[in-house]
Nanobody, 114 residues
Framework: QVQFVESGGGLVQAGGSLKLSCAAS????????MGWYRQAPGKERERVAM???????NYADSVKGRFTISRDTTKNTVNLQMNALQPEDTAVYYC????????WGQGTQVTVSV
């Protein structure tokens, strides 16, 4: 059974940083394009970053230059370093496979105060 456990969220002031981690089980992240997604209250879930099999990365325009996605294949984790956080980054953050996503984990809450 594939599971994703996201962690590292919290409350931070605008301009601050957080590093999120996603521990994957039942799936080898090296074999899939993996993404970080977020869902703010009343909004659709959106993908903010992805890392391809080739290790190429892609970001939503809203986070480009501030967020960095990476993976640790020894730990089977996908990470998201978030810098220069803004109140509009407040959301629940999730990770998942990009193509045919599996069931979503519980996510980790990120709250950015002004």
């Amino acid at each position: 059974q594939v599971q994703f456990v996201e962690s590292g969220g919290g409350l931070v002031q605008a301009g601050g940083s957080l590093k999120l981690s996603c521990a994957a089980s039942g799936i080898n992240i090296r074999l899939h394009d993996m993404g970080w997604y977020r869902q703010a209250p009343g909004k659709e879930r959106e993908r903010v970053a992805m890392i391809r099999l080739s290790s190429n990365t892609n970001y939503a325009d809203s986070v480009k230059g501030r967020f960095t996605i990476s993976r640790d294949t020894t730990k089977n984790t996908v990470n998201l370093q978030m810098n220069a956080l803004q109140p509009e980054d407040t959301a629940v953050y999730y990770c998942n496979r990009v193509v045919s996503p599996y069931n979503w984990g519980q996510g980790t809450q990120v709250t950015v105060s002004v």
